[in-house]
Nanobody, 125 residues
């Protein structure tokens, strides 16, 4: 069983930067790919970024490429999402997710077995 706890979400203004963190429990953290998803009111949950178990492989949705960076520290069981040049359309609840027994990145929610409770990011114009 893996437990995930996100932190770092808050209200910011357009153009600001924010770093989200996800702390994971469990000894298998370094074996699993991780992802960040977001869900805005009335919209489906969408993948923002994903990172392979080793950190060498990453995925970003087009709308965040060049602005967001995903990284991980396997020694500390942490995953980060650095968000720069934030826009009002980035407003959402952001979720951390972990694959189970799979080291490769994936972009669909059904590929992830474990989820955090989410952290709210609000970007004001």
């Amino acid at each position: 069983q893996v437990q995930l706890v996100e932190s770092g979400g808050r209200w910011v203004q357009a153009g600001d930067s924010l770093r989200l963190s996800c702390a994971a429990s469990g000894r298998t953290f370094s074996s699993n790919a991780m992802g960040w998803f977001r869900q805005a009111p009335g919209k489906e949950r969408e993948n923002v970024a994903a990172i392979s178990a080793t950190g060498r492989g990453t995925y970003y949705r087009d709308s965040v490429k060049g602005r967001f960076t995903i990284s991980r520290d396997n020694a500390k069981n942490l995953v980060y999402l650095q968000m720069n040049s934030l826009k009002p359309e980035d407003t959402a609840v952001y979720y951390c997710a972990a694959r189970r027994g799979n080291a490769y990145v994936a972009s669909v929610p059904s590929s992830y077995a474990y989820w955090g409770q989410g952290t709210q990011v609000t970007v004001s114009s």
